[in-house]
Nanobody
């Protein structure tokens, strides 16, 4: 099985920065694409960013382009989401997820973490 554990969430003021981490186990040798999603109260879960094994294929939601950066350290089995210039509308539970193929996409993720809360105050 694949286990994903997010960390790094918390409370931050608008304009601030936060870095989320996702530690993965059970896939030490795979090359699958990874992604970040978020869900705000009363809203559907939405795609945030995705990255392939080499980091050569990356995709961001329009709402976070230029502010968020996704990266991964395969030696540490860890994926990161650096969030800068945070806005109150970024407030949500953020989830790490893994696909079962090497191709990046905004849908079709099989494995999910439990989520970490990010709250941005105005």
């Amino acid at each position: 099985q694949v286990q994903l554990v997010e960390s790094g969430g918390g409370l931050v003021q608008a304009g601030g920065s936060l870095r989320l981490s996702c530690a993965a186990s059970g896939r030490a040798f795979n090359r699958n694409a990874m992604g970040w999603f978020r869900q705000a109260p009363g809203k559907e879960r939405e795609f945030v960013a995705t990255i392939n094994w080499s980091g050569g294929s990356i995709d961001y939601a329009d709402s976070v382009k230029g502010r968020f950066t996704i990266s991964r350290d395969n030696a540490k089995n860890t994926v990161y989401l650096q969030m800068n210039s945070l806005k109150p509308e970024d407030t949500a539970v953020y989830y790490c997820a893994a696909r079962v193929t090497v191709v990046v996409a905004r849908y079709g993720y099989k494995y999910w973490g439990q989520g970490t809360q990010v709250t941005v105050s105005s």
